[in-house]
């Protein structure tokens, strides 16, 4: 028998899959458009901007000084498949918002990644001290297919809110619907209430 077999029969574990997924062992890849080629990071940065007191940019160096984290997470794919204990390691959330001081009426957060792709979080999902930028995934760089150099990792929400790519964080008032959230995907995506799909 498989391990995976053996795991989902496992009540512990059948308790952690949301309904209507399904356990993998594998690390499925998901994305819209293509994945962006970095021969270097020299012209690499991250922007933090919008209703902050404090809006900044970094560099890769720069980026990589920011205190860090280990996070151990499920995710949940729309598509229906779960992978428990994921281990990440990157910038928490919470210390960018701690540097850039968000304006009293920011409320949301929107994440953007290479090529235009966005998503979109309250900021109080953002503040989930799991939520980090994340540079490595089980001890290592993320995979360029999994989002290297540098992704969002939003605990409780499907993953297509966890942005690859990412070059930037945007503090607002108004809450700004991301790419897949457009494309007829739920804005709250709380995957233990199946929200997977939007009603417009
Ligand atoms: N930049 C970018 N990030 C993205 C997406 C995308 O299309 N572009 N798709 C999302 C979706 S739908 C999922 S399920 C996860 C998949 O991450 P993975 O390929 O590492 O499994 O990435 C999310 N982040
Ligand atoms: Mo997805």
């Given at each position: 028998?498989f391990?995976?077999?053996?795991?989902s029969?496992?009540?512990?574990?059948?308790?952690?899959?949301?309904?209507?997924?399904?356990?993998?062992?594998k690390?499925?890849?998901?994305?819209?458009?293509q994945?962006?080629?970095?021969?270097?990071?020299?012209?690499?940065?991250?922007?933090?901007f919008g209703?902050v007191?404090?809006p900044f940019?970094?560099?890769?160096?720069?980026?990589?000084?920011?205190?860090?984290?280990?996070?151990?997470?499920?995710?949940?794919?729309?598509?229906r498949?779960s992978?428990?204990?994921t281990?990440?390691?990157?910038?928490?959330f919470?210390?960018i918002?701690e540097?850039a001081?968000?304006?009293?009426?920011?409320?949301?957060?929107v994440?953007?990644a290479?090529?235009?792709f966005?998503?979109n979080?309250?900021?109080?999902?953002?503040?989930?001290p799991?939520?980090l930028?994340?540079?490595?995934?089980?001890?290592?760089?993320?995979?360029?297919?999994?989002g290297?150099?540098?992704?969002?990792?939003?605990p409780?929400?499907?993953?297509?809110?966890?942005a690859?790519?990412?070059?930037?964080?945007?503090?607002?008032?108004?809450d700004?619907?991301g790419f897949w959230?457009?494309?007829g995907y739920s804005?709250?995506?709380?995957?233990?209430?199946?929200e997977?799909?939007s009603?417009?």
């Amino acid at each position: 028998m498989f391990s995976w077999q053996r795991k989902s029969d496992d009540p512990q574990i059948r308790a952690r899959i949301p309904p209507g997924q399904v356990l993998t062992e594998k690390f499925p890849v998901l994305h819209f458009g293509q994945v962006p080629d970095y021969p270097d990071l020299a012209g690499w940065n991250f922007r933090v901007f919008g209703a902050v007191e404090t809006p900044f940019t970094l560099n890769w160096g720069e980026f990589r000084h920011l205190p860090t984290a280990r996070a151990v997470l499920d995710i949940h794919c729309v598509t229906r498949w779960s992978k428990l204990d994921t281990t990440w390691e990157g910038v928490p959330f919470s210390h960018i918002a701690e540097v850039a001081q968000p304006h009293p009426a920011a409320r949301f957060v929107v994440f953007h990644a290479e090529a235009g792709f966005t998503s979109n979080v309250p900021l109080e999902a953002a503040l989930d001290p799991n939520c980090l930028l994340a540079w490595s995934y089980d001890g290592k760089p993320l995979e360029p297919d999994h989002g290297y150099p540098l992704r969002a990792l939003v605990p409780g929400r499907y993953f297509w809110k966890s942005a690859k790519w990412l070059r930037g964080v945007e503090f607002s008032t108004e809450d700004q619907l991301g790419f897949w959230e457009r494309n007829g995907y739920s804005n709250s995506a709380d995957p233990w209430r199946e929200e997977r799909y939007s009603d417009f």
